[in-house]
């Protein structure tokens, strides 16, 4: 761009950023965010400078600032450098539910307020869903990154990632499957993000016995697996992942041959929740004659809700609870290797 003298033009600038042409087009409208020299007769060209500030603004809206905020403050910015020769005539504020500057057209419901902007959703949510609509990657890993670091695992997965990967759904959903690259994509960095932790977790081996997490042989959701198996492998549990729609028989067989301890089985649905499949783990006993056991079933996702409680199965309420309830599991189990140990010992 330092060798072109009169600059990108409003299209180049928007493929650079990651959204479209019409958007760079209504942050000028909406937002006075135009080019500081604009030469008479010519287009719209956008110097180093210029393409800078609309960087700040994309960097600020990710943040979780809302749009206008970050237009204010990019414009302030410049008008410091300039001395403010370069402030528009007039800045005015978007009408109350227009569109976000993140956020193009066509991505919420018709005539409603966006999902993404409620008080009950942090702003690190709305900062994540605005850098997935943008195709940001680096900006996405680094509010997964900072999420975690900041919130911890699980109120970052159930608060930040969780509403926004439902918040990106929804709109895929209500625009005939438009966008649906941006559920892909955030669907990717966020396992991306998860299975690093899990490797960073998993480094040392363990000579207990597994947790094996499983989806149901026609469930294909498995964030909510990645993420349970990144929670356990921060408290040095060991992890067998075995990922989306598991035939019935390879599980059992993994079952059978690595006797774990807990087994999750995840449904979104009730559509996907398999009761015979689950009783049928529960009941799977294995080890020595006169010691075997069986694992504890964890029936993991909302495609479980409402059915009947058995034995052997538990059915926790979100993450957090899931990850306290195997590191009970294994608890019992280290006091239970510990008391046998001392056995021979005793008078």
């Not at 060798?3 to 909406?30: C, D, F, H, I, K």
């Not at 609509?133 to 890993?141: E, F, K, S």
Request: proline share 7%; hydrophobic share 40%.
């Amino acid at each position: 761009m330092a060798g072109n003298r009169y600059g990108m033009t409003t299209g180049a600038v928007a493929r650079r950023l990651g959204v479209s042409p019409t958007t760079v087009r209504s942050w000028e409208q909406r937002y006075g965010l135009r080019p500081a020299v604009r030469e008479r007769g010519r287009h719209r060209r956008w110097t180093a400078e210029d393409f800078s500030m609309l960087e700040e603004l994309c960097r600020l809206t990710a943040s979780g600032v809302s749009p206008a905020e970050a237009a204010r403050t990019v414009l302030a910015s410049r008008d410091t450098a300039t001395g403010g020769a370069s402030r528009p005539a007039r800045l005015s504020d978007p009408p109350p539910g227009s569109e976000s500057a993140a956020v193009p057209e066509g991505a919420r419901h018709p005539g409603s307020r966006d999902d993404l902007t409620r008080d009950t959703v942090r702003a690190e949510c709305r900062g994540l869903a605005r850098a997935a609509v943008r195709l940001d990657g680096p900006a996405m890993d680094d509010l997964l990154e900072r999420a975690v670091r900041e919130h911890g695992l699980v109120v970052a997965w159930e608060e930040v990632v969780a509403p926004a990967l439902h918040a990106v759904g929804k709109k895929w959903e209500s625009t005939q499957e438009r966008y649906v690259e941006v559920e892909h994509l955030l669907s990717w960095h966020v396992s991306t993000a998860l299975r690093r932790r899990i490797v960073a977790g998993s480094a040392t081996r363990s000579a207990a016995p597994p947790v094996v997490l499983a989806c149901t042989p026609t469930e294909n959701h498995t964030l909510p697996l990645e993420a349970l198996a990144a929670g356990l492998a921060e408290r040095a549990l060991p992890v067998l992942v075995l990922g989306g729609a598991v035939p019935a028989e390879a599980l059992d067989a993994t079952v059978r041959r690595c006797g774990p301890a807990v087994v999750a089985l995840w449904a979104q649905t009730r559509a996907t929740a398999d009761r015979p499949l689950a009783a049928h783990v529960a009941g799977t006993a294995f080890g020595p004659r006169g010691a075997r056991t069986a694992p504890v079933v964890l029936l993991a996702g909302p495609g479980w809700a409402g059915g009947p409680g058995e034995a052997g199965m538990l059915r926790p309420s979100g993450l957090g609870e899931a990850l306290d309830v195997v590191s009970r599991r294994y608890e019992r189990l280290r006091l239970e290797v510990s008391d046998a140990t001392r056995e021979p010992f005793r008078k």
